[in-house]
Structures are given as C-alpha cells and as structure tokens.
C-alpha cells in the first residue's frame, strides 16, 4: 500500500495479549498478514508470537518497531538465492511484483480488519 498523503493513516490497529495484558499495535496491512503468515508457519498464535518477540526487544524500542524488525530478520534468513530467483529478483526491477497504484484498485481495508478481528479475539 503506498504512503498516504491526504492525512489518513494506512495503518490497521489490532489487539494482541502480551503475557496476559492485552495491548494495541498499529501495523500497515501487509504486516498483519506477514505477521499471521509467520503465526501460521510456526503453528503459534498471534499473541505467543508477539510475547516472544516483546521477550526480546531492547529497551526503548517500541513493540510496534519490535514487530517490524523481527519480520524483516525473519524474512531474510528464509531468503536464499533460489527463491530470489524465483520471485524474479536481480533483474534491476525490485518492485516488479508491485503493480503502480494507479494501475490497480486499492485494498480494502475493511477486509484486512474483518480478518484481523477474528485473529486477535482472545479465548
């Protein structure tokens, strides 16, 4: 989802429990998907996930930032040469799986909540 500029946020707010204390991150879309994608490969929940990278994070740095920065290491240990490849990486053209704004319709934001409400709902 590209930066907005007419003052509206692109981040999505979702609610996860953190050893037993409920709290908030503001995330853009593709994080919460990212995020539940990593949840859904480690057969872990939303909120054991986010305990453990809260576990982990230096002090001063924001949980939402702390989120952020796993998914990316945790990315990037799972990239290799092969699947560079097959993305269709190294070409000079990094954003070839990204289509121009302009070019598509924008995502619906309340589909992203929808599903991120039924993620978080606590047991």
């Known amino acids: 989802m590209p930066p907005s500029f007419s003052g509206k946020s692109t ?31 480690e057969r872990l929940s939303i909120h054991e996930v986010c305990t453990r990278i809260d576990a982990r994070r230096q002090d001063g740095t924001s949980l939402t930032s702390a989120v952020r920065t796993f998914m990316v290491k945790y990315f990037l240990l799972a990239a290799t040469d092969e699947g560079h490849e097959r993305a269709g990486h190294g070409n000079g053209e990094p954003f070839g799986w990204a289509p121009v704004f302009g070019d598509r319709e924008p995502r619906s934001e309340r589909t992203a909540v929808e599903a991120l409400e039924l993620e978080t709902e606590e047991v």
């Not at 991150?25 to 994080?31: G, S, Y």
Request: charged share 25%; glycine share 10%; proline share 3%.
């Open 11 to 41: 981040l999505v707010s979702g609610n996860v429990t953190i050893a037993g204390h409920r709290t908030s991150l503001r995330l853009e879309p593709e994080m919460w998907d990212a995020l539940k994608g990593v949840c859904a490969r």
